[in-house]
């Protein structure tokens, strides 16, 4: 089965090239909450994430809480390998898809013919596995013809439905979301709903999202965490979790 297990993980981003009116205004913004290691000499260490102790299983549709900064993203970068823990340990069970930062190794000068293979590739499929996958892509991102022609002469609306259509054609036991998929294409967009609601979450085993919508969570999750300043400052389910959040930022 599935799963997803954080043991005391730690992310830090040093900072080498710091001025001391960075360092200053860093000092400044950290008081409370500890999140930057900051002195006269040495680079400055920006505390992402602070030991985070945390177990996914199969079944958890988990909600990420807390407001911009929180890590949350940082979190779900972990999660799908894309950071290593600066201290700590993760264990990962399972075939994870991180549905963010779909543009990552589009080529805009290769056809979108081309970018399904390349992209492909880069999400551990075989070729036979993107061959046998291509008439669903072709299809459900309905460009047609398009996708002969390089990438740079799609609209933006155009260049995310092949994005989309592609990440979200392979299958996973562990999906990550980084907010709930939304574009200006009314059509597209109610589309790309149904498939979300429908076949990837659906069918996988975990489902890890952040977002800043309380409802959409309570629809989705069964469980939440909040995280603030680094750290995970409540875990329970996702009514407590919101109420919980939003009395803290009441405050």
Known sequence: MSSLTLKNVSVSFPIYEASRSLRRALLRSSVGDGRQSISDRGPVEVNALRNINLEIHAGDRLALIGPNGAGKSTLLRVLA???????????????????????????????????????????????????????????????????????????????????????????????????????????????????????????????????????????????????DGGQIAFCGSVDDAVAFYSANQAA
């Open 81 to 227: 390998g894309i950071y290593s823990p600066s201290s700590g340990d993760i264990e990962c069970r399972g075939r994870v898809m991180p549905l963010f930062d779909i543009h990552m190794g589009f080529d805009e000068d290769a056809t979108g013919y081309e970018n399904i293979t390349l992209r492909g590739l880069l999400l551990g499929q075989t070729r036979a596995q993107i061959a046998a996958r291509l008439p669903e892509i072709e299809a459900f991102s309905g460009l047609g013809s398009f996708l002969n022609l390089p990438v740079r002469t799609y609209s933006s609306g155009m260049t995310f439905r092949l994005l989309f259509a592609i990440a979200t054609s392979i299958e996973s036991d562990i999906l990550l979301m980084d907010e709930w998929i939304a574009t200006g294409d009314q059509s597209f967009t109610a589309k790309a709903d149904a498939r979300l609601r429908r076949d990837l979450i659906g069918r996988t085993q975990v489902l890890v999202l952040a977002s800043h919508h309380p409802q959409l969570l309570q629809n989705l999750c069964n469980k939440a965490i909040v995280i």
